[in-house]
């Protein structure tokens, strides 16, 4: 810059260097894997690409992140790694907000951006019912499953009928079996709930002996 007095006498020439405003980084999203939901076991994988985030000056590559996996947890330690691992505590909560947000060269921030992460409570071992627990080959034999989600999810039922056989997945309680041949068989159930994860098999107590029915 050069200033003109009254007179048109020129001062020195001073240099003032220009930096453009710094725009705080784009960011549109982080992704989860598995999508949200799992169990307290899960090691959740939380990242980003380049299509999710983008800054005007700082490169990609340079931009650091921080992650927040609970509210009232506190901040990670900026860093350029552009995804990160991570187990719920077993603290009694079943939904967390986890936030993110990712900081420029200037420390400029983005605006933070959160999703919900779900963790699901298995199915409570079934108990596995059968009447009548000895009757003839080809009769009717009904199998109720006593079973509970502490979620309050609705829940489907594997039957192995200790034969060789099962009912497949089904929401059928109770379900009817015969079986083709006498013998004694050794019968269980399994649960699963909406987000598909299973209960342990009940404990294969019951047992069945067919007897051929007199002529």
Same mark, same amino acid.
């Given at each position: 810059?050069?200033v $003109? ?8 020439? +001073?240099?003032? @260097?220009?930096?453009p405003?710094?725009?705080p980084? #784009?960011?549109?999203? !982080? =992704? ?7 169990t307290?076991?899960?090691? !959740? ?8 985030v #983008?800054?005007?000056?700082?490169? =990609? ?8 996996? =609970?509210?009232g947890?506190?901040? /990670?330690?900026p860093? /350029? ?13 079943? &939904? ?5 947000r990712?900081?420029?060269n200037? @420390?400029?921030?983005? $605006?933070?951006?959160?999703?919900? +992460?779900?963790?699901n ?12 627990? #000895? ?5 009717? +034999? #009904?199998? &109720?499953?006593?079973?509970s989600?502490?979620?309050? @999810? ?5 039957? @192995?009928?200790?034969d ?16 083709? /041949?006498?013998?004694? !068989?050794?019968?269980?159930?399994? &649960? ?16 069945? &002996?067919?007897s051929?029915?007199?002529?």
């Amino acid at each position: 810059v050069i200033v $003109n007095d009254a007179t048109n006498i020129e001062s020195d020439a +001073v240099i003032i @260097d220009c930096i453009p405003n710094n725009a705080p980084p #784009n960011l549109f999203g !982080f =992704y989860i894997s598995p999508d949200s939901v799992g169990t307290r076991e899960t090691m !959740f994988e939380f990242s980003v690409n380049s299509d999710l985030v #983008n800054d005007d000056q700082t490169l =990609y590559d340079n931009l650091r992140l921080q992650w927040r996996f =609970y509210s009232g947890s506190d901040w /990670t330690e900026p860093s /350029t790694n552009k995804s990160i691992d991570f187990i719920f505590p077993d603290d009694g909560n079943n &939904t967390y907000d986890v936030s993110l947000r990712v900081i420029d060269n200037d @420390d400029s921030h983005s $605006n933070n951006i959160a999703r919900p +992460v779900r963790i699901n409570q298995l199915p409570n071992q079934p108990i596995l019912q059968c009447n009548p627990t #000895n009757t003839f080959k080809r009769q009717n +034999v #009904n199998f &109720t499953a006593i079973a509970s989600d502490p979620d309050g @999810d609705l829940l489907e039922y594997l039957f @192995d009928y200790g034969d060789n056989s099962n009912s497949g997945w089904t929401s059928q309680n109770p379900i009817i079996h015969s079986y083709e /041949t006498s013998g004694t !068989f050794s019968a269980k159930v399994q &649960t699963r709930d909406i987000w598909d994860d299973q209960s342990d098999w009940s404990s294969p107590l019951t047992v069945i &002996t067919i007897s051929n029915q007199s002529p």
